[in-house]
T-cell receptor, first 116, second 111 residues
Framework: GAVVSQHPSRVICKSGTSVKIECRSLDFQATTMFWYRQFPKQSLMLMATSNEGSKATYEQGVEKDKFLINHASLTLSTLTVTSAHPEDSSFYIC????????????FGSGTRLTVV | ELKVEQNPLFLSMQEGKNYTIYCNYSTTSDRLYWYRQDPGKSLESLFVLLSNGAVKQEGRLMASLDTKARLSTLHITAAVHDLSATYFCAGGGAAGNKLTFGGGTRVLVKP
């Protein structure tokens, strides 16, 4: 089945630094990928839709200058958290759908970001 | 804009008994998804329901969809400890491609 690889799984960074998270579709091409954020004991909140070769579409309230998304190829999307602060600490999850084989969305394994 | 509401938010189950999680959504949704999440982990796909009356079963879990009532249910038969997790439903996935998640139901199965 479709596999989405997400790295790193955990990252601790200092306040004010930037962190890049990668999301790769391993055995299919994904023109669209999705980035979610999940706070403890809460649901997933969509941050942005990443479109290959074009600008990402951000959800209301998500700062596009803070959460930079790049989708340079059909198999790779990256999320960069710039000038991270402790309130950005969260679980970030990407997902993609292989539209050629079905309707299901596959999720990456998630990245636990801790900003100290 | 699609809104998805799950209830209950927390469900304490006894092993061997049956339970149901409900998922209501506000507007037309082309499809309905169910996912499982274990603590500290990402989401695992359980079911995709594509049409009115759709019913899918896997082991002790059965999901159904009633598009007229805008309701999906996840039924757990004879709960076992291994089913302890958080379950999410999500709608959408059509033209806009994005999913909208319910708040999740945390399930704890006690012996």
């Amino acid at each position: 089945g479709a596999v989405v690889s997400q790295h790193p799984s955990r990252v601790i960074c200092k306040s004010g630094t930037s962190v890049k998270i990668e999301c790769r579709s391993l055995d299919f091409q994904a023109t669209t990928m999705f980035w979610y954020r999940q706070f403890p004991k809460q649901s997933l909140m969509l941050m942005a839709t990443s479109n290959e070769g074009s600008k990402a579409t951000y959800e209301q309230g998500v700062e596009k200058d803070k959460f930079l998304i790049n989708h340079a190829s059909l198999t790779l999307s990256t999320l960069t958290v710039t000038s991270a602060h402790p309130e950005d600490s969260s679980f970030y999850i990407c997902s993609a759908r292989d539209i050629l084989t079905g309707y299901g969305y596959t999720f990456g394994s998630g990245t636990r970001l801790t900003v100290v | 804009e699609l809104k998805v509401e799950q209830n209950p938010l927390f469900l304490s189950m006894q092993e061997g008994k049956n339970y149901t999680i409900y998922c209501n959504y506000s507007t037309t949704s082309d499809r309905l998804y169910w996912y499982r999440q274990d603590p500290g982990k990402s989401l695992e796909s359980l079911f995709v329901l594509l049409s009115n009356g759709a019913v899918k079963q896997e082991g002790r879990l059965m999901a159904s969809l009633d598009t007229k009532a805008r309701l999906s249910t996840l039924h757990i038969t004879a709960a076992v400890h291994d089913l302890s997790a958080t379950y999410f439903c999500a709608g959408g996935g059509a033209a806009g491609n994005k999913l909208t998640f319910g708040g999740g139901t945390r399930v704890l199965v006690k012996p």
